[in-house]
């Protein structure tokens, strides 16, 4: 229900933007000349009849025209005058002229000039748009304080041979100074070209915000397609588990259920497999390039459907930037076409560089809801996030370089209008847009990812506040597109904040607390943190397979750094920690497990905060520490590897964090036969000894010896380092195509230094070390082979480097090109 709210919250922010620019079914925020398009025909007769002087013959001009000050300029402007101001001054400007300035007592009053303005109109506009003058007409007047005249005679006098009778008046070739005395009709060429300039430039408007509505249309697009993807995979996934269950019920628990893998035959099945085969599994340039992890001159290839999506959305984008532009020669606000079309597109591209704003935010968040609703990863959506990036850059570079044209070609007032807040606030805001595409490069990411971070969010709230000022003329409207900016990144920040009390404040007023319950321990030999929090005595959420947390430490400098962690293994009060292996840890676990549900992270240290943490470890003395950490969390969902029969769970060092609660849950539900993997290959590759002994004798104890969970255990350290003793026993690494397999106790090496808890292990039995490598892709080949066979299905996850996560991806797509349809394939990264 609550998420069902955020849903509508979303859409509804999302939605804000176009709705308030185009939901009126009229063009705001640029003033336009006239409340409908039908009154564009009489506005364009009124102003281009009331820039002159009507007198009567032989009277002396008195009353002289409001508009006379717009001289020779009738319809939309002077041709060729100044026409290149910022939209928003040069539209004032025209607006003046057009509307006259208000109304002069002549056109409202004066015989001569109504009769000139009611023949005119009659002969050129239209039904509607005559059916609409004569209020239009009265409300001018009113406006400029005077009253319309009795039109019933005029009414009765214009007939068709009346007009044609009128001499004709054209504001190119007939000067505004001498007075007119006679009733004239105004020239229809003229009155056709006046008439395309003010629609035209108040259309154009109006079809940009239509046209920003294009990326609303193409995200919601995805994200539908993308929820029915994910409503169709939980009721698949429901169905499943009924006949699970269902199955356990007949047969009794703990039996094996029948492999049944999807054939051939359904062609449903089929067209699906295709689809998976080539659009959704593979990396972009597979079978090319198989990049997808690993970076290509430090830049991601998203997968195949990513890959699609952005270069659709490219496609969209300039195609709504550059169609339809209502450019024509003889406009009278411009001197050239080509004038026009720089004009247009300027504000085009400025339009839909806001438009993307809300999508760039959307994409950018930590908890945005359509994460939940589709099953898209953060990491495509961050994809997404990267192009909206280039787009909205990309437009409001353009949008830039064509006013630095119109204001520098076609007319000299850069250096005036550069004093304006809207002008240099524009510049900011597009150096600032620019400065974060730059400074957003995977390489300051990777080596700096804390200043990244700090310099992003700062870089977009002054992009945030010049766009704010850059748009705050006239009746504010593009500021539409700016405030689900700031409503989506508000409750983002809210929603973590929420997410923080509710899963730490928790623990505080609860009789069960206790301040150092996070125990930190570094295991030298493995060059691991272990991480155990106690978050709660009713834990407030239900810590499982596939979840990651952000970890705080608020007390420390720095303490707004938060960085994420898979979740590597869990026990709940109402799951007995015995069976996971939590509370054989000894001591270190003795406080949490009494306490209600703990979690353990498993985290490698690096250069932050990280590297940190383990100083603090190094200097107490037994390698523990209990510092204050709060979490938030859980992010992330769980794969649905119990409908496989057979597990492959490729991990590299540390990604064992996301194989052990997979593991776990496989043993809990085994025992009631809720699943129907029969089969758990962990082939984890590592490069130090002591790191498989620790979890090996922990969380993974139970579990490896049990005869459907087969542990596979490759070390690549390539030089034993003097600290460890681990590998002393061990030959160099060779690299040839069958690796050195030894066989080696887990338990009898000597490892000493930290790990004193050793010693309480329970040790399990033998089992088998290799050197060097996995060969990824030829398991994952023999496995298939094997389940082909078998017509059973299996379920490849892979967490750890980005080569072997690369080469899972590939050879799961030459599986499947093969033709084998029970494969699929999960990645967890630690990374976007
Ligand atoms: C979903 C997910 C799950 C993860 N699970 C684990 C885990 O179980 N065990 C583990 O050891 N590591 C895990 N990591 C990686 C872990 O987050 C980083 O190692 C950690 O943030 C590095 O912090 P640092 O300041 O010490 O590292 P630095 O030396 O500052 O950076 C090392 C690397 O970590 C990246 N990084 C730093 N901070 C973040 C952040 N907040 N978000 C994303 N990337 C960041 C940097 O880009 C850089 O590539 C996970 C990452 C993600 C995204
Ligand atoms: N964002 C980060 O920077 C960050 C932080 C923590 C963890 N991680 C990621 O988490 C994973 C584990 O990290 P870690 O430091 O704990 O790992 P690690 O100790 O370096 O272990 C990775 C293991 O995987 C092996 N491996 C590498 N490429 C392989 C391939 N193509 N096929 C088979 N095996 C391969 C490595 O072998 P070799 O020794 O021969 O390379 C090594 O044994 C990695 O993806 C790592 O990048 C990333
Ligand atoms: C209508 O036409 C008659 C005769 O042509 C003329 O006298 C009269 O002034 C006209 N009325 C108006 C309001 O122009
Ligand atoms: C406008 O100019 C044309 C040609 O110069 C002339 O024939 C016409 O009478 C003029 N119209 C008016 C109303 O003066
Ligand atoms: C917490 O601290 C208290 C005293 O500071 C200590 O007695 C207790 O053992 C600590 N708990 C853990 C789990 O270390
Ligand atoms: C089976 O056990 C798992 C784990 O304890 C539990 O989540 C699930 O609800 C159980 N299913 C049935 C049908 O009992
Ligand atoms: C472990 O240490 C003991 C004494 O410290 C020694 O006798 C034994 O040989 C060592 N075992 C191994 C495998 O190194």
Known sequence: MVAFKSLLLYLSLSLTPAYVVAGGGKPHGFSPSAPSYDDYCFLTIYNSISSYTFQLPGTVSSTTSASSSSASSGGGGSRGGSSSGHSGHKRAELQKRRKGGGSSSNACTLNLEVASIYASAKAYCNGKQFTAAIPYWQSLCTSGGYTLMDLTEIEANVTQAYINSLPVLNPDSNSTSAAIEKAVILDKAYYEVAYHTNYAHDYAFEQDALFSWGFLGFWGGIMVLGMVHKIVTVVLAFFADRRLSSRRDVEGAGTIAAPSAPSAADPLA??????????????????????????????????????????????????????RYDSFSGNLSYSTVANQNWQLSADRT??????????????????????????????????????????????????????????????????????????????????????MVLLSHSWLRQKFYESFLIIHIVLAIVMIYALLRHTNFENETWQGYLYPVVAIWGSDRVVRIVRVLYCNLHVKFSKGFIHNETTVRYFADADLLRIEMSPGVRAPFKPGPGQHYYLYQPMALLGWENHPFTLGAYSTKDMPAAHNGVASMTSISSAAGSYGSSLVFYVRPYDGWTQRLRKQCQKAADGIVHPKLLIEGPYGEKADLH????????????????????????????????????????????????????????????????????????ITCRAPTTSTAVLGQEEEKKSSSLPQVMAMPSANSNSSDSDSASANYIQVPAYIFTLGRPDVKQLIATTVEQSKASSSKVAVLVCGPAQMADDSRAAVFSALRNGFYGIEYFEETFGW
């Open 350 to 435: 400025g339009i839909l560089s806001y438009a993307c704003l809300p999508f760039l935010w959307l994409f950018g968040g930590r908890n945005n809801i359509f994460l939940w609703a589709t099953n898209f990863s953060f990491r495509s959506f961050n994809i997404f996030h990267r192009h909206v990036a280039w787009v909205a850059t990309f437009e409001a570079i353009v949008h830039s370089i064509n006013y630095t044209v119109l204001y520098t070609v076609y007319s000299s007032s850069y250096a005036s209008s550069y004093a304006s807040n809207y002008f240099y606030m524009g510049v900011v805001a597009t150096i600032t847009m620019s400065l």
């Open 643 to 714: 409908h496989f029969d057979t597990l492959l769970l490729f991990v590299g060092g540390t990604g064992i964090a996301s194989a052990v609660p997979y593991i776990l849950d496989h043993i809990q539900c085994a025992r009631n036969g809720t699943t129907r993997t029969t089969n758990i290959q962990l082939i984890w590759s590592g490069r130090q000894r002591a790191m498989f002994d620790h979890i090996a004798n922990t969380e993974l104890r139970d579990a490896l010896q049990r005869n459907d969970v087969h542990g596979n255990f490759y």
């Open 270 to 323: 089929k067209t699906w497999h295709l689809i998976r085969t080539w659009f959704i599994i593979p990396a972009g340039f597979a079978p090319f390039s198989e990049h997808h992890q690993r970076y290509i001159y430090w830049h991601t290839i998203p997968r195949r459907l990513d890959l699609f999506i952005v270069s659709a959305f490219w496609i969209t984008a300039i195609v709504l930037s550059f169609v």
